[in-house]
C-alpha cells in the first residue's frame, strides 16, 4: 500500500500543465445548481470529494500507524539487544584458569536416560550441563567431566539450541560409549555412582575414582533408578554428606549440576563440605519440594533460581 496521502496536494510542487488543463476544463463544466452561493456549492463538493475517499484516506492512516508501530518495535527490540550485550560485556565471566590443579577425579554424567524424561525437563537438564561445563572451566582444580550416552533427545537439544557446545574444551560429550562400556572387571572398584537413596555417605572424593551422576530431572517421579542401576552394575553407591550441613529432614535428591559444582567447590575450599554447601546451596535458597516418604527434591527450577549462570557465561 502507497503511504502517499490520497488526492493531497503535493507540498511544494507546482501542477504540471495537463493538470491545470484537466481542472480548468472540470471548472468549464461545473453548474452551480439554482439558488445556491457559488461557496454552499464549493463546501458541498468538497463534502461529496470527502464522502469518495474517506475510506482511501483512513486505510491511509491505518497503514501509516501500522508502519509507525513497526518501526517504533524495530527500534525497542534493537535498544533490548544493545542493552543486553552492554550487560553482558559489564558482566564479563572471570578469568578462566590457565593452570587447573589435578585431581585425579573424574564425573561421569550417565545420560541414558532421555526417554524418561519430558521436553521441558531435557531442556533443564541441558541447561544442567551447561552449568557444569561452566563450573569446570572455572574451577581451580581439574575435576575431569564426561558425559555417555549422548546420542538422543538431549544431543539433538545441544544441536539445535546449545551448538556452540561444539566448540567446548576438555569435556568429553560421547555420544558413542555409555557408562557400561567404562567398566571392566579390573576398574569396577573405582567407579561409585552417586544416589540419595543411599545411608552411603561420601566423606571425601578419592583420587582415581569416578564419580557417576544420574544425567536426570524427573523431580524424582523414578525412585531409586540410580540405585538399582548401580546393583545391576555391581557399583558402590555414595551420597553427598548433604544432611550434615543443611538443616532439612528426609533424603535430599539434588539438581545434577549441583552435585558437580558441590563437588569443585569441595575442592577449591581445602575439602571441606560446610563451605561447598554455603557456596552451591546457601540456606535461604534451599527450598525443595518434600514428598509424602520424607524426599527433598531440589532440583530444575529451583537450579534456575539458585544460579544464575546464562548460556552466555559458559566459556568456550
Ligand atoms: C535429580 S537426581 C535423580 C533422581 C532419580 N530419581 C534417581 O533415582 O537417582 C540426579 C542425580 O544427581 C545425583 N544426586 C542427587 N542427589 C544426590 C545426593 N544427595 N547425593 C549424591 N548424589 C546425588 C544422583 O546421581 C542422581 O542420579
Request: hydrophobic content about 30%; aromatic content about 8%.
Amino acid at each position: 500500500m502507497s503511504t502517499e496521502v490520497p488526492n493531497k496536494k503535493k507540498k511544494g510542487i507546482p501542477p504540471s500543465a495537463e493538470e491545470i488543463e484537466a481542472r480548468r476544463k472540470q471548472k468549464q463544466f461545473e453548474v452551480i445548481p439554482e439558488g445556491m452561493t457559488k461557496s454552499e456549492w464549493k463546501r458541498q463538493l468538497k463534502q461529496k470529494k470527502w464522502e469518495e475517499t474517506k475510506e482511501q484516506y483512513r486505510e491511509f492512516q491505518r497503514e501509516k500507524k501500522r508502519l509507525q508501530r513497526q518501526r517504533r518495535k524495530e527500534r525497542n527490540k534493537q535498544e533490548a539487544e544493545e542493552e543486553e550485550e552492554n550487560y553482558h560485556q559489564a558482566k564479563k565471566p572471570s578469568r578462566l584458569p590457565r593452570n587447573q590443579i589435578p585431581t585425579g577425579v573424574t564425573f561421569v554424567m550417565d545420560c541414558d536416560f532421555d526417554d524418561l524424561m519430558n521436553r521441558r525437563e531435557i531442556v533443564s537438564m541441558s541447561n544442567q550441563i551447561s552449568r557444569c561445563y561452566s563450573a569446570m572451566r572455572h574451577c581451580k582444580y581439574d575435576v575431569g567431566l564426561k558425559i555417555t550416552s549422548f546420542n538422543k533427545t538431549l544431543k539433538e537439544r545441544f544441536d539445535k539450541d546449545v551448538s556452540q557446545y561444539k566448540l567446548w574444551k576438555g569435556i568429553e560429550l560421547n555420544s558413542e560409549q555409555s557408562v557400561e562400556d567404562l567398566i571392566n572387571d579390573e576398574n569396577r572398584s573405582k567407579f561409585v555412582y552417586l544416589t540419595a537413596d543411599t545411608d552411603e555417605e561420601i566423606t571425601e572424593l578419592l583420587p582415581d575414582h569416578t564419580y557417576i551422576i544420574g544425567g536426570i530431572v524427573d523431580k524424582n517421579r523414578h525412585k531409586e533408578l540410580c540405585l538399582n542401576k548401580a546393583k545391576k552394575l555391581g557399583l558402590k553407591v555414595g551420597k553427598l554428606p548433604i544432611g550434615k550441613y543443611i538443616d532439612m529432614n528426609g533424603r535430599h535428591v539434588l539438581a545434577t549440576s549441583h552435585v558437580y559444582e558441590l563437588c569443585c567447590k569441595w575442592f577449591e575450599n581445602d575439602k571441606d563440605w560446610s563451605q561447598a554447601f554455603n557456596e552451591v546451596l546457601p540456606p535461604r535458597k534451599v527450598k525443595g519440594k518434600v514428598d509424602a516418604d520424607g524426599t527433598v527434591t531440589i532440583e530444575s527450577e529451583d537450579v534456575e533460581e539458585s544460579k544464575d549462570t546464562t548460556p552466555s557465561e559458559v566459556p568456550v
